[in-house]
């Protein structure tokens, strides 16, 4: 699809991101040359990075300086194999993970280089693991302190740890319905009484 600015509808792999650089370029899919995807066009989509490979869908349009992605409608995570991104997460998670709850959560920390960090669910003291893997596996490279995440959370060996990781805005839609629904309130409950868990 192409509108009356030059503007097209695209879809391809991300090549490469660098949040710290800013910028990443996505695999023209029709030929020719990559399609810049800068950090403040992703900001706008609610993401602070992109993995690669990651499939996303841009509108693009020709620039002095080439092609350029203006505004991200989608993104896809990596295709996967369908086996668990690490260890502690069961094949049976990634099966159902669509059944767990997702929570709006904020990053603690995370630290690319050391491949793991930590987030909070929205009203809950508990520190969430997060995996670097488990950020490929949703779709992510590398998040920043204090980013607006949406979470699923299962209870791994070590305690709470993230099995998926989204946008802010599907944990916001779909996390304060189901918190409204558990009735917390001012109860202080065990953790495992309102966190996810795989059936069997």
Do not use: C
Request: glycine share 10%; proline share 4%.
């Amino acid at each position: 699809m192409t509108d009356e600015k030059g503007l097209k509808l695209v879809s391809g792999l991300v090549k490469w991101f660098d949040p710290s650089k800013g910028y990443g370029f996505i695999l023209n899919e029709e030929g020719g040359a990559d399609i810049l995807l800068h950090a403040n066009v992703l900001r706008n989509f609610g993401r602070s990075s992109v993995a690669d490979q990651s499939r996303v869908t841009v509108w693009m349009q020709p620039t002095q300086r080439g092609l350029q992605a203006t505004e991200v409608v989608s993104i896809e995570p990596p295709i996967s194999d369908g086996t668990a991104p690490i260890a502690d997460l069961d094949n049976g998670v990634i099966e159902h993970l669509e059944a767990l709850p997702l929570r709006p959560a904020r990053v603690k920390w995370f630290d690319k280089a050391k491949g793991f960090g930590f987030a909070n669910i929205f009203g809950h003291p508990d520190d969430v693991f997060l995996h670097v893997e488990v950020l490929r596996h949703s779709g992510f490279a590398d998040l920043a302190i204090g980013e607006a995440i949406g979470i699923r959370v299962v209870e791994g060996p070590r305690g709470l740890m993230a099995a998926q990781v989204t946008s802010w805005d599907r944990g916001t839609e779909q996390g304060a319905s189901s918190l409204a629904d558990e009735n917390l309130g001012d109860q202080v409950q065990d953790i495992k009484d309102f966190m996810a868990h795989v059936a069997e």
